[in-house]
């Protein structure tokens, strides 16, 4: 079994930056590809960045391209989201997600979920 932690969520204004963070424990060596989600009010989960493994092949959703970077620490078995320009329409429950599966693409593929943070832009 894998458990995820986030944290770093919270209110910020558009134009502003946060980053998120994802601790994982346990069969940490069992993950292959990690991610974030997010799923705003009324909508869909959507995938917002995924990794995989040794940090290699990071991949971005059109919608936060060159303002969001996903990054990690294998050291610390930590997972980052850092998010900057963010806009209103970033205004959701961000997930971190793993994976044990290096091609994971969609949510159903990622095995193992931390509780979610909330993360609130004003315009």
């Known amino acids: 079994q894998v458990q995820l932690v986030e944290l770093g969520g919270g209110m910020v204004q558009a134009g502003g930056s946060l980053r998120l963070s994802c601790a994982a424990s346990?069969?940490?060596?069992?993950?292959?590809?990690m991610a974030w989600f997010r799923q705003a009010p009324g909508k869909e989960r959507e995938i917002v960045a995924r990794?995989?493994?040794?940090?290699?092949?990071?991949f971005y959703a059109d919608s936060v391209k060159g303002r969001f970077t996903i990054s990690g620490d294998n050291a610390k078995n930590t997972l980052y989201l850092q998010m900057n320009n963010v806009r209103p329409e970033d205004t959701a429950d961000y997930y971190c997600?793993?994976?044990?599966?290096?091609?994971?693409?969609?949510?159903?593929?990622?095995?193992?979920w931390g509780q979610g943070t909330q993360v609130t832009v004003s315009s």
């Open positions: 997600a793993a994976s044990k599966t290096a091609t994971a693409r969609t949510s159903t593929q990622y095995e193992y």
């Open positions: 346990g069969r940490t060596s069992s993950i292959y590809s």
């Open positions: 990794i995989q493994r040794f940090l290699i092949n990071p």
